[in-house]
């Protein structure tokens, strides 16, 4: 058995909306869905190769592809889609990147997810959204370069909700099936308020681990079983030292504000905790800035990522032959 496997495999244990919560979601994603084992990827500026077959032997596959292109993205013309992105400074890389959406409903988001965005009285996406929700819920790895402010948040947590619906429920002794890495308690708190208001309609748990407080409220939140972790890198390595939790579950990993936790010292902390998760997990790696040190962590963790940036000063060359090259169209 491998050392990343999850002890949830029971196919019973799978969640049912339907059940649980009364929402009566449809499955409309079961005929794009694509097990982590064998979805075909390709070197994109990632990893120099996919994960080793040897490293997924034993793994139970989970499913992490979740979109289908609404009619009206797809009658989106070319044109029109670079206009979008031209208007709003975006800029794009990777194979087969996905149209942005311009609604809520174009993503294809699931009933618990619209009342949770109906709920907020939102009336469209952000642009960081429009273009980052299509890529993220594809389950391809994702590179985010924006600001603070720009709504990244939700553009990786809605999609972390659809991710953990669709996986099998967390069994005693389990750990996360989600896990947000932060620098700072301040916006480890912040990203877990929005978990928590948009995680209530399906009954989604969190919690939030970082240092300077008491253990024990955090340890008995991790004992009780939580699909979502959001986390300072110290005090998470602490929690799995002392065994009050473990990342086998963990498919879908968050990296936000890769390179203050860079500028921080937290690199040798992140590579320890990213060793420890799976190697075909979904991975979404954001950053407000773009240098040498943050691209090379992005390298070694993600494989054959789309990358979008948001910040137009940082479209410029990058080293020759670091296969992240940003003519004007990419990152």
Known sequence: MSRYDSRSADPGSYRDRRGDSGFGYKREYE?????????????????????????????TPFEKNFYVESPSVAAMSEGEVE????????????????????????????????????????????????QGWPMAMRGRDLIGIAETGSGKTLAYLLPAIVHVNAQPFLAPGDGPIVL????????????????????????????????????????????????????????????????????????????????????????????????????????LYWSATWPKEVEQLARRFLFNPYKFNMIPQLVKPLEPGSGLTTEGKLI
């Not at 602490?238 to 939790?245: A, N, Q």
């Not at 860079?262 to 799976?278: A, H, N, S, Y």
């Open 31 to 59: 005929s794009s869905y694509r097990s982590s084992s064998s979805a075909k990827r390709e070197y994109d500026g990632g990893a120099q190769s996919p994960p080793r077959k040897s490293d997924l032997d034993g793994l």
């Open 83 to 130: 206009e979008y992105r031209r208007r709003r400074e975006i800029t794009v890389e990777g194979k087969d990147v996905p149209k942005p959406v311009k609604s809520f409903r174009d993503v294809g988001f699931p009933d618990y997810v619209m009342q949770e965005i109906v709920k907020a009285g939102f009336t469209e996406p952000t642009p960081i959204q429009a």
């Open 180 to 283: 947000v890495l932060a620098p700072t308690r301040e916006l480890a708190v912040q990203i877990q308020q929005e978990a928590t208001k948009f995680g209530a309609s399906s009954k989604i748990k969190n919690t939030c681990i970082y240092g300077g407080v008491p253990k024990g409220p955090q340890v008995r939140d991790l004992q009780k079983g939580v699909e979502i972790v959001i986390a300072t890198p110290g005090r998470l390595i602490d929690m799995i030292e002392s065994h009050h939790t473990n990342l086998r579950r963990v498919t879908y990993l968050v990296l936000d504000e890769a390179d203050r936790m860079l500028d921080m010292g937290f690199e040798p902390q992140i590579r320890k905790i990213v060793d420890q998760i799976r190697p075909d997990r979904q991975t």
